[in-house]
């Protein structure tokens, strides 16, 4: 579909997806954070992981599986909560902000008024 201008009517449109970029940051940031401070058991449980597989190796083994098994949970929290975050954003794009700007006059305006001007 392609975005019109309400005012101008120009097809030259581009959407700035601000909500979708810093609820990406923002949950990929939280979801490394709580990872990381083990209240989401993928940090403990991939720790655990890690040092069971570790033990093969003896002592250090052990501590190199661990903190790997943590990293990676991290990680996983990361990319949960980025995907979370960027799909939360991506409404409030939608449903709240002005998410397009028209690069012939400057007019900032939402999908809702796009379409109300149409009908």
Known sequence: MSVTCPLCHSRQVI???RGKKIGGLIGTVGGAASGVAGTVSGATTGAEFGGAIGVVAGPAGV???SIAGAIFGALVGAAT????????GEVIDQRVLDNYVCQDCGLTFSDHTSRDQAI
């Open 15 to 17: 959407s700035l997806d």
């Open 63 to 65: 501590a190199v599986g």
């Open 81 to 88: 909560g980025g995907v979370t975050g960027a799909k939360l």
